[in-house]
């Protein structure tokens, strides 16, 4: 298995774009986590799935981010509009619901200028 | 929020040294894992000691858990320099069971010399 991917692994924008970042989980994978890392707060869970169904919420920092899970291979991690505050690497992860062990992919790297 | 603080924020051994860290958290958990993160990389699960343990050993890391205390350490025996990344620990939910909600410490960067 590939392992889970996210794209794209880095992206520059302008203040005020939207940004969407994707991430397809690790197949058989029912659990789908978005998390965010940055120097000052570390790694913060932002939303996480069971079964494509989110299931809380109350990491996402506003209103300007949004997630959605279509389905059990793909979900998507939206920012609009993007400020500079949001630049950190973003983080999907995926696990087997029950299981105990998140796989990580690489991350993406946003930079809001 | 973070649940785990990890202690220290960083660490620099010579090679084949032992590292130890360790980590705080504040509720109540099912278990405690470790996972370890190359610079520009994702976290990888290194172990995990459920809250009914009160040691555990993989390899060369050797995780104990002291629920009274809330708090764990990491041991990374004869330390190498391929050990040089950063270190979290990570505590599941109570209610959870599963890898549900997973919340971090900030990490300890680990740094072996050659």
């Known amino acids: 298995d590939a392992g889970v991917i996210q794209s794209p692994r880095h992206e520059v924008t302008e203040m005020g774009q939207e940004v969407t970042l994707r991430c397809k989980p690790i197949s058989g994978h029912n659990s789908l986590f978005w998390y965010r890392q940055t120097m000052m707060r570390g790694l913060e869970l932002l939303i996480y799935f069971n079964n494509n169904v989110p299931i809380d919420d109350s990491g996402m920092p506003e209103d300007r981010f949004s997630a959605k899970m279509p389905n059990a291979s793909f979900s998507t991690l939206k920012i609009q509009p993007s400020e500079p505050r949001d630049s950190a690497v973003y983080f999907c992860?995926?696990?087997?619901?029950?299981?105990?062990?998140?796989?990580f992919g690489q991350g993406t790297r946003l930079t809001v200028v | 929020s973070q649940q785990g603080e990890e202690d220290p924020q960083a660490l620099s051994i010579q090679e084949g040294e032992n590292a130890t860290m360790n980590c705080s958290y504040k509720t109540s958990i099912n278990n405690l894992q470790w996972y370890r993160q190359n610079s520009g990389r994702g976290l990888v699960h290194l172990i995990l000691?459920?809250?009914?343990?009160r040691e555990k050993h993989s390899g060369r890391l050797r995780v104990t858990l002291d629920t009274s205390k809330k708090s764990s350490s990491l041991l990374i025996t004869a330390s190498r320099a391929a050990d040089t990344a950063s270190y979290f620990c990570a505590t599941g939910a109570l209610s959870g069971g599963g890898a549900d909600g997973l919340t971090f410490g900030k990490g300890t960067h680990l740094i072996i010399q050659p």
């Open positions: 000691i459920r809250s009914n343990e």
């Open positions: 992860a995926s696990s087997t619901q029950g299981s105990t062990e998140a796989f």
